[in-house]
């Protein structure tokens, strides 16, 4: 019966015309969509900074050494941050430079929960206000939901928390202002 199920969706999909389909403001309007699209980018770009950073202060020279993604391609953001925070203080005699790496431990972890904040939540066009919605827990312990409105100049300030804690960390990693910074 599941597999009838399967291969008859396997089947309508094949004839739709992906080409001329039009996506336009679905599920959600246009500008929205950009900005969540460039928060999980922005994101992605952090978290593989991150690791780069635990593996740069954990001695691995080549960041294409097999052996990094061996090490740390099964870890999540946290045991990242967790790591990060364990090699800046085993190096901070050495390395004066890391003397700020709590509060870019502290940058990090906010800009996660920004993030999180926003791509954890179910975003829908709000169909009576004409904006868009999104279904956050407001209480996790009953399980109740409620929804709020999301703007985009929210979802604009999370790329900036994103963005400005990169650039926290990589101050602290390599010790000087990253160069042509666009934002």
Request: net charge negative; aromatic share 6%; charged share 25%.
């Amino acid at each position: 019966m599941a597999l009838d199920n399967a291969a008859r969706v396997k089947r309508d999909m094949a004839k739709i015309d992906v080409e001329t389909l039009n996506l336009k403001d679905w599920p959600a309007p246009e500008a929205y969509l950009v900005e969540v699209g460039r928060i999980a980018l922005v994101w992605r770009r952090l978290e593989t900074f991150v690791c780069n950073s635990v593996a740069n202060l954990a001695g691995l020279e080549n960041l294409e050494d097999p052996k990094m993604y061996s090490v740390f391609a099964d870890r999540n953001f946290q045991e990242n941050l967790a790591l990060l925070e364990r090699l800046c203080q085993q190096q901070l005699p050495q390395m004066p430079n890391l003397s700020s790496y709590q509060s870019v431990l502290e940058k990090l972890s906010r800009a996660e929960l920004d993030k999180n904040y926003y791509m954890n939540g179910s975003m829908r066009s709000d169909q009576i206000e004409g904006g868009v919605e999104m279904t956050v827990w407001a209480d996790e312990l009953t399980g109740k939901t409620t929804s709020v409105p999301v703007r985009l100049s929210e979802l604009k300030k999370v790329v900036l928390s994103l963005d400005d804690a990169q650039h926290e960390l990589y101050k602290l990693v390599c010790a000087l202002d990253r160069p042509g910074r666009r934002v």
